[in-house]
């Protein structure tokens, strides 16, 4: 590590992503005549928000590896030279199997500080799920990195709407046409209105990300937000 790395301030850096990446989200819209619609009602993913959205991964990881840097440099900095990645648990790793991928991407971190290494476990998947995002974005930033990644698809799923006793319409989707997570999405049903208010099933479109399975708008929203508070949390672990 030279002295003009001691001089960076990684959590300003993270921020500064943090923020291009909600810059992109918004180019991408999610309201009528937003490029999410036109993406819907063209049934095509145009290139140029693939590669934003490539864009808005990468953004976000970096973000996440800046954290830890800063972390590490603050509580070990050995050995010098050492490659420092946010330490992210994949799905299923259980939490005593936590300590070594920590200590293999920020070393000297969670024997010199108990409040660091618990901050990082609690970032992760297995201590909450509401943390899922954490290693879909890895998944994501993985496939992008090796040009696999079929950014958004457009898939049919069926969508049930009934009406109650009072006459109020209620949707829901059929059995294995849900999302993997979230509400209902932001979506184009193929119906009439006329079709929609006498009831049955329809099919809708959305924009997926194949990889994770996750509606493109939600996973965005988690994935920023996420990213923000572990910038918050770590900022607190130095100061």
Request: glycine fraction near 6%.
């Amino acid at each position: 590590m030279t002295g003009n790395d001691l001089n960076i301030d990684r959590f300003a850096m993270a921020s500064a992503l943090v923020e291009r990446a909600q810059s992109h989200k918004e180019w991408i819209g999610d309201d009528h005549g937003d490029r999410y619609e036109e993406a819907l009602v063209s049934g095509a993913i145009p290139e140029e928000m693939q590669i934003v959205i490539k864009e808005i991964f990468d953004h976000l990881r970096a973000a996440l590896d800046y954290c830890a840097q800063e972390v590490w440099r603050h509580f070990s900095g050995n050995p010098q030279g050492a490659k420092v990645y946010f330490p992210i648990a994949k799905k299923g790793t259980r939490e005593n199997e936590f300590l070594s991928i920590m200590n293999r991407l920020m070393p000297g971190v969670a024997r010199a500080s108990s409040p660091a290494y618990e901050a990082f476990k609690s970032f992760q998947a297995f201590a909450d799920q509401d943390n899922s995002w954490l290693p879909e974005l890895a998944t994501v930033v993985n496939q992008t990195k090796h040009f696999h990644l079929q950014v958004a698809s457009i898939p049919q799923r069926s969508i049930v709407f009934a009406h109650n006793g009072n006459g109020v319409s209620l949707m829901s989707f059929a059995e294995g046409h849900a999302p993997s997570r979230g509400t209902a999405p932001w979506m184009m049903i193929k119906a009439t209105q006329s079709e929609i208010e006498r009831g049955g099933t329809f099919d809708v479109a959305f924009l997926q990300l194949t990889d994770i399975q996750m509606e493109l708008r939600l996973f965005l929203h988690e994935a920023i937000s996420g990213v923000s508070r572990v910038i918050e949390e770590c900022r607190k672990l130095v100061t």
